[in-house]
Every structure is written in structure tokens, then in C-alpha cells.
């Protein structure tokens, strides 16, 4: 695993120390990262910061121009509202470290041109299978079973 | 006009007298308004907080059988991100005060079974079109013209 895709879980590690959802992301512009965060819903009783989200507003204000030369990594497979920021922003690249505890919306990025790769990483699994066993009304609240 | 879109515009004039970006939004729950917001770009920096996440924010930690009883209503047809935050939490109707200076994912949402409703509203419409003719550099800064 290359060190975005370790920064990407260790953001989701220090949510889940938060009592958090543990899904971390980074985002990387020309192989430095840029912006990195993590899932805030219970941290900050956010509805907006998912990890994807967090790490582009760690970012801050960035020009079209970065956006496009950046690649974006989650621990998780984007959700709708994650995979419509990649689709605003025109980020070209997604890494996903594992779709098996949730799918998102990878089918639509590739028909709108984006690459995605999905890494299926045991580590990221691991992490969210216990968090979901463990946690099962937290992980169902917001958008149900 | 019903008074939930008077409110979405109420929002976007205050965005606008904090010098930001004229979009207002508001999260209407069996009738009774339960968040509000305007797009933060210029005001917080933020990547994220458009009118539409601005309002979902506000509502703060909702539960999914809220959202999937509510009407979303926004000054401006919802970009792929603010689309995609609509389709994550199952919101049924969307109100649109207009698409002519904008258009966003509309026909996502329609795909996916969401009611979209777009007033062609002239207020809306000459407070974008005189926005984005005043402050060309600021609504191209992020996804580029």
C-alpha cells in the first residue's frame, strides 16, 4: 500500500479514537497531500463531513486547475454525496480502499469518465466489518438499513 | 412564491451582503423549516458548504426517516455534489428556484425517482445573472468555466 492509502486509514484510525465512523480520506495534488480528514458526524454532529468531504475542506479554496490534477483516497467506496464532489470538482482519480461493507456510487464516476480503483484492502474491511457489528444503529442512522 | 423558497432567497441576499455567493437553501420537514444556510465559499473558505450542505448541516444529525419526509428547496439548480447529498439521505422533492444560469444534476435526480420542481423564478435568475456577471473570477474559481 502506498503512503496516501496509509494516511487515508490513519485519518480513519484517529476517528474511531474520537468514538467516530472510521472512514478516512486524502486528497493528493502532483504526490502531495493537500488536504486529509475524517468522518465527523458524531465528532461535530455533522451531516456533510464524511472523510472524502473533511479532506476537501482541510484543502480549503483550491482553483479548477488543482482539482484536476489531484487523485483522491478514501478507505471506503464513495457515497452519493462524496462521489457528486469528486464529479463537481473533476477530480480525475479515485483509490478506494474497500467496497464490500458499502458500495457507493463507482459505477457512476466511471460513466463520467473518472478512474477508479479499488484496492479491497483486508485492513480496511477488518476496520469497518467491526465497526459495523459493533455500532450497527450509529452506521443505519442517516440513511437506514 | 411559497415562504420556503422566500426563505432559500432571504439566505442567498444575506450570502450576498456577506460578500459570498448568492445561492440560499433551506431543509423543510412536514412543514416546518429545519435548516437553513447559504453557500460559505467566500465567508468560511469552505469546499463544501454550498446553500444546499449549508442547510443540511444546519439541520444537523437527522435521522433517515426525517430526511425521506422532506422537501429540499434551493435558489439554484443543485450542483453534482449537492445532488448527490440528495440522494443520500433519500429526500423525495426538490424545489428549484431556477436552472437558466446554472444546471445541475437534475435529470440524476429525476432518474433516481426524485421529484424536481424548477420555478424559472426572475428573482433568482437576475440575482445570479448579476452576480456572476459582477464576480466572473469568483463563480469560475472552483469548477472552471
Redesign the interface.
Known sequence: MDRYMRAAIEEARMGLAEDGIPIGSVLVHRGEIIGRGHNR?VQS?????HGE?DA??Q???????V??DCTLYTTLSP???????I????IPRVVVGENQTFLG?EE?LRSRGIEVEVLQLDECIGMMTHFIETFPELW?????E
Open positions: 458526524r454532529g455533522s451531516a456533510v463531513l468531504m476537501l475542506e484543502a480549503g479554496r483550491q482553483p479548477a486547475s482539482y484536476r457515497c452519493p454525496m462524496c462521489s457528486g464532489a464529479l463537481l470538482y473533476g456510487e457512476l443505519n442512522e442517516d440513511i437506514g
